[in-house]
């Protein structure tokens, strides 16, 4: 059995595959590669070697994800773009843009900033993300895996982009795709409400206005405002262990309503109006 990257080493399109994978995540790879056809660097998807051969309901949610990412990439600038798609052999992959991470960075993500960003700049990559947020959701698609490791900035063209929708719910009569167990544990359980954590087929709308509210809050004061538990737990955030005492009141305000006081009808518009009466500091 070849390896993924043998695997796609039989592609004509696309040479130059690193090594080895530049990022993992949850279930899959990220390699940088070559473009033969537009002469560019890109990123290519593949799932984990095991799922790719063995799980057929993975390979039909990664499928999705590439759906999902070319659909909405062409409409947003501030949705990671899916460029192609194929197999190579029985494996499924994806092409993205490349993204250069940041001089000086080893990470694309906006993970390594939580807790030194400013309100202003908090703000900001926050109004980015909801309109990529709201138009998933006007499409009937809850991405349900925001965080500040899934935002990423582009120097390029000076924006913060939403990427891996790999964990994607549509919100239609029947479920999809949706993320493994591993939704529920380690970092991810942080931005989700208690709802999601004791019953999983309530991700939807509402529970991605909370992951936006929770990573706002971590772009502010750093992980150490996370709990980081791993199994369900009605120890959710609260607002009022808040660290970042000097905030505006219009920022408290905010985390308290879309966090503590969170409904399953919460909306990204209802996040936005309150965004905006934060003043710049």
């Not at 994806?94 to 993970?111: C, K, L, Q, T």
């Not at 582009?154 to 949706?178: H, N």
């Not at 529920?184 to 509210?213: C, H, K, N, Q, W």
């Not at 009808?265 to 209802?270: G, P």
Request: with cysteine; glycine share 8%; net charge negative.
């Amino acid at each position: 059995m070849q390896s993924v990257r043998e695997s796609l080493a039989s592609l004509y399109r696309y040479d130059q595959i690193s090594a080895d994978p530049v990022a993992r995540g949850g279930c899959g790879h990220i390699w940088r590669a070559h473009d033969r056809l537009f002469d560019r660097t890109v990123a290519i998807k593949t799932i984990d070697e095991l799922l790719a051969w063995n799980n057929e309901s993975a390979r039909r949610s990664f499928i999705k994800e590439a759906e999902l990412g070319a659909r909405l990439g062409q409409r947003s600038r501030h949705i990671v773009q899916v460029i192609d798609f194929g197999f190579a052999g029985n494996v499924p992959f994806f092409v993205m843009e490349w993204i250069e991470p940041r001089s000086g960075r080893s990470a694309i993500d906006i993970s390594p900033d939580m807790g030194a960003v400013t309100i202003a700049e908090a703000k900001n990559i926050m109004f980015e993300v909801c309109e990529a947020v709201g138009l998933a959701h006007d499409e009937g698609i809850a991405h349900s895996d925001i965080a500040p490791w899934n935002i990423i900035y582009d120097p390029q063209a000076r924006v913060y982009k939403l990427a891996d929708f790999g964990l994607v719910k549509i919100i239609e009569p029947k479920l999809v795709s949706a993320g493994s167990g591993s939704l529920l544990t380690g970092g991810r359980a942080d931005f989700m409400p208690i709802t999601v954590l004791t019953r999983r087929e309530s991700i939807g709308f509402g529970s991605d206005v909370y992951a936006l509210a929770v990573t706002f809050r971590a772009l502010l004061e750093g992980g150490d405002c996370l709990n980081g538990h791993v199994v369900p737990t009605p120890s959710v955030i609260r607002v009022r262990h808040m660290g970042c005492s000097d905030a505006p009141p219009q920022v408290r305000q905010l985390l308290r309503r879309f966090i503590d006081e969170h409904t399953e009808e919460d909306k990204v518009a209802n996040f936005l109006t309150m965004l905006q009466r934060i003043p710049k500091q």
